[in-house]
């Protein structure tokens, strides 16, 4: 990506923060956390073994595979930490409320103080998805910008302001996750119906 391309990334999401309310402030994200890479696991298993946690892959968060690595030399995962995939397709995917040890292709977020909760950085950073998306190097393998990452301004309210934003957005999310399965359940029921009246009809 160019100076100029990352330039006006950069000018086009400060000047979205400028909107914000007056009594918020914003910082980079920068100022805010630091960034600690995953790592490499010589140890990793499709079975679960003794002083072992889920490895966390792009696959195996997808349910694509399950694998297991030892906690030895290991950068472990707690359900409250921020992880961003750093390389691949989706370069730039924000997930929380994971448990495990992060593979070497993903980021953790480090906070450096606590004016943010992380779960607020989380939906944010989610929503600009495309951003992280639009921006990614590299020909075989995409990468993240971790230029932009760290300039972005990140939009801080009040602390009672946070909690009430990170509520209304953690119960749309549960409204949205309840419409998926009913919407899947009812896949199930129509396929399974269509298979009984084209191979028995009507009368049976």
């Not at 696959?59 to 694998?67: A, F, L, R, T, V």
């Amino acid at each position: 990506m160019t100076l100029e391309k990352q330039f006006k990334t950069i000018k086009s999401l400060y000047q979205k923060t400028e909107k914000i309310p007056k009594n918020w402030s914003s910082r980079k994200f920068e100022e805010l956390f630091t960034l600690e890479k995953g790592k490499i696991q010589k140890i990793v298993s499709e079975k679960q073994f003794s002083n072992s946690e889920p490895y966390l892959t792009m696959e195996c968060i997808s349910d694509k595979e399950k694998k297991y690595a030892t906690k030895k030399e290991t950068v472990e995962i707690k359900k409250s930490d921020l992880i961003m995939l750093g390389d691949g397709a989706g370069s730039g995917k924000v997930f929380t409320n994971l448990e495990g040890i992060l593979s070497s292709t993903f980021y953790v977020f480090k906070p450096k103080n606590d004016e943010i909760d992380s779960k607020l950085v989380y939906y944010f950073l989610d929503s600009i998805y495309e951003i992280f998306s639009s921006t990614k190097y590299g020909t075989s393998i995409p990468h993240l910008d971790k230029f932009i990452l760290k300039k972005i301004q990140i939009p801080i309210p009040s602390k009672d302001e946070q909690k009430e934003i990170i509520s209304i957005l953690e119960n749309l999310e549960k409204i949205i996750s309840t419409h998926n399965q009913i919407h899947i359940n009812s896949i199930k029921i129509k396929n399974f119906i269509s298979d009984h009246l084209i191979i028995h009809g009507l009368n049976h």
